[in-house]
């Protein structure tokens, strides 16, 4: 099955540096990659994500870039605040028809200020 | 407007105890899972169900079992609660074909004494 590996599991920046979060996959099938922010003490929720017909995705400061062959997909933080503070999870799942998700181990992101 | 809601936020139970914990989404979701969440392992998938009255096991069902009657409702049970069982548990829906991601509820942080 899916194996899914996310680095680092810790992450300190100073207030407006980048932050790079890192993921690889397993499963050449795959092709929905999502990713979920867990604030401290609550639900995670989808901030981006990325299908496998595209190589790169934005969304204001944060974007999603995919690398199929390599089979990694990386999260990128710019001008980092410290209301980015939170733990990440990236997942992965085949999208044929039902889709799970199969999950990082969560990066915690320390955004100094 | 909360979409996922999970019965209890906290819960405590001594070993041995059978235990229910709720899920209810007003979504109309087809797909609805049971996460576990440790610190350092991430989310690891319990069960999962695609239509009422349908379930299939996770990655980690062992001392676990499920309950979908209803397309809104999916319920845990721990059979006889131990203490490794003691975690955050996290319930999941989304639709069949995963568009629009996960979405989560806030979670149940069960101890087992």
């Not at chain 2, 059978?18 to 996460?35: A, G, I, R, S, T």
């Amino acid at each position: 099955g899916e194996n899914v590996e996310q680095h680092p599991s810790t992450l300190s920046v100073q207030e407006g540096d980048s932050a790079v979060i890192k993921c690889t996959y397993s499963d050449s099938a795959s092709n929905y990659f999502p990713w979920y922010k867990q604030e401290l003490g609550k639900r995670p929720q989808l901030i981006i994500d990325i299908r496998s017909n595209v190589g790169e995705k934005k969304d204001q400061r944060i974007a999603v870039t995919l690398n199929k062959t390599a089979k990694h997909f990386s999260l990128h933080i710019t001008e980092t605040q410290p209301e980015d503070s939170a733990v990440y999870f990236c997942a992965a799942s085949k999208n044929t028809g039902f889709q799970k998700l199969v999950f990082g181990t969560g990066t915690r992101l320390l955004v100094s200020p | 407007d909360v979409k996922v809601t999970q019965s209890s936020r906290y819960l405590v139970k001594r070993t041995g105890e059978k235990v229910f914990l709720e899920c209810v989404q007003d979504m109309d979701h087809e797909n609805m899972f049971w996460y576990r969440q440790d610190p350092g392992l991430g989310l690891r998938l319990i069960y999962f169900s695609y239509d009422v009255k349908m379930k299939e096991k996770g990655d980690i069902p062992e001392g676990y079992s499920v309950s979908r009657e209803k397309k809104e409702r999916f319920s845990l049970i721990l059979e006889s609660a131990s203490t490794n069982q003691t975690s955050m548990y996290l319930c999941a829906s989304s639709f069949w074909t995963g568009d629009y991601g996960y979405t989560f509820g806030s979670g149940t942080r069960l101890t087992v004494v």
